[in-house]
């Protein structure tokens, strides 16, 4: 079955040691939860300048260590970049990929993600790719149109075997950041289309096996909702997953449903 995965993304926030303290915090608290990490993943996304410190207080068993980006290309004279091989000797395990915030200010498109893309399963590296739409697409009625375009133009170039190597993450834009959640019919709407999808191009098998997160203003006050929605595997987090808190309390529902 497929796995069900809390993520917090910390964006450009904390410093090493406030990000240090974070990192602990949430690594001594998993201990006293139990569970299957084949079922259930915890993942966390500090600053590329935490990754490697950060590697150094966690227990890989309860924690994955995620970057936030990686370059598009794998060395060479990209001042200011950082290299998938760079993310990896610091100690992460994975990536997000194509994150809205990338996507609009720093011009990242479906040809520059196809290429982070290829590097990140090439290196065994876990990317988090997402996808979503902007609120003037929602009121268009194009949303669907939208995320599949985001979708077949770099996921489904993927070979099966490499598409099973993917978590996807839908985040509606106009929920990132806002307080807006999307309404557990909307967002589950969302995550069906997808799964569908990825059953016509792919299979049934891999439909059911790929891990579909929600992400955008996701908190424990409206985690419940959203967890319990048959299609809507986990989520990718951002302002809380600042407060540990507020971070496990989101793993702990995750892990009733
Ligand atoms: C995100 O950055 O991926 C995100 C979902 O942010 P927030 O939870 O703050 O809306």
Not at 108 to 122: F, G, V, Y
Not at 188 to 214: D, G, P
Not at 215 to 236: H, M, R, V, W
Request: net charge neutral; proline share 3%.
């Amino acid at each position: 079955m497929r796995k069900k995965i809390i993520a917090g993304n910390w964006k450009m926030n904390t410093d090493i040691n406030s990000g240090l303290e974070l990192a602990k915090t949430i690594n001594e608290s998993l201990k006293n939860l139990v569970f299957n990490s084949k079922e259930y993943g915890v993942v966390i996304a500090p600053p590329f300048t935490h990754l490697y410190a950060v590697s150094k207080v966690i227990d890989n068993k309860f924690i994955q260590l995620s970057a936030q980006n990686i370059a598009d290309n794998e060395k060479g004279a990209f001042t200011g970049e950082v290299s998938v091989d760079m993310i990896k000797s610091a100690g992460a395990t994975a990536t997000i990929l194509g994150h809205s915030e990338r996507r609009t200010y720093y011009g990242e498109n479906s040809s520059t993600l196809s290429k982070k893309l290829n590097l990140a399963i090439k290196n065994n590296i876990l990317p988090i790719f997402c996808i979503g739409e902007i609120l003037a697409e929602r009121e268009k009625e194009i949303h669907f149109n939208v995320v599949e375009k985001q979708v077949s133009e770099v996921l489904f170039n993927l070979t099966v075997e490499d598409f099973s190597k993917v978590v996807i993450a839908y985040e509606p834009v106009w929920a990132i950041g806002t307080g807006k959640v999307a309404t557990p019919e909307q967002a589950q709407e969302m995550h069906e289309f997808i799964r569908n999808l990825i059953e016509k191009k792919y299979s049934k098998n891999i439909a059911q096996y790929t891990t579909i997160l929600y992400g955008g203003s996701c908190s424990p006050s409206n985690a419940e909702g959203l967890f319990s929605k048959p299609d809507i595997d986990g989520g990718l987090i951002g302002g809380a997953s600042l407060k540990a808190e507020d971070f496990l309390k989101l793993i702990e529902i995750r892990l009733k449903h």
